[in-house]
């Protein structure tokens, strides 16, 4: 019964890092430019459930803010 408790607790802290880890990764996230600005890409990526997200970047907009995209998967 201990040891249950104590997963559950630990599970729920590793959910809270992860979702912490998303909100700040999200609020990272450059603005996304406008469509026809010069410089800008438009990147789609398909998940690994299938769906596909896109988003517009610049090309100057740093790999690390498309790995947080993808990671945020929104």
Same mark, same amino acid.
């Given at each position: 019964?201990?040891?249950?408790? %104590?997963?559950? *607790? +630990?599970?729920?802290?590793?959910?809270?890092?992860?979702?912490?880890?998303?909100?700040?990764?999200?609020?990272?996230?450059?603005? *996304?430019? +406008?469509?026809?600005?010069?410089?800008?890409?438009?990147?789609?990526?398909?998940?690994?459930?299938?769906?596909?997200?896109? %988003?517009?970047?610049?090309?100057?907009?740093?790999?690390?803010?498309?790995?947080?995209?993808?990671?945020?998967? +929104?």
């Amino acid at each position: 019964l201990a040891e249950a408790k %104590r997963l559950e *607790e +630990e599970e729920a802290r590793r959910q809270e890092a992860l979702d912490n880890s998303l909100s700040l990764k999200r609020k990272a996230l450059p603005a *996304e430019p +406008e469509a026809g600005t010069v410089g800008m890409v438009t990147l789609l990526v398909r998940m690994p459930d299938g769906t596909r997200i896109n %988003r517009r970047f610049l090309s100057t907009d740093s790999l690390q803010a498309v790995f947080d995209y993808i990671d945020v998967g +929104e």
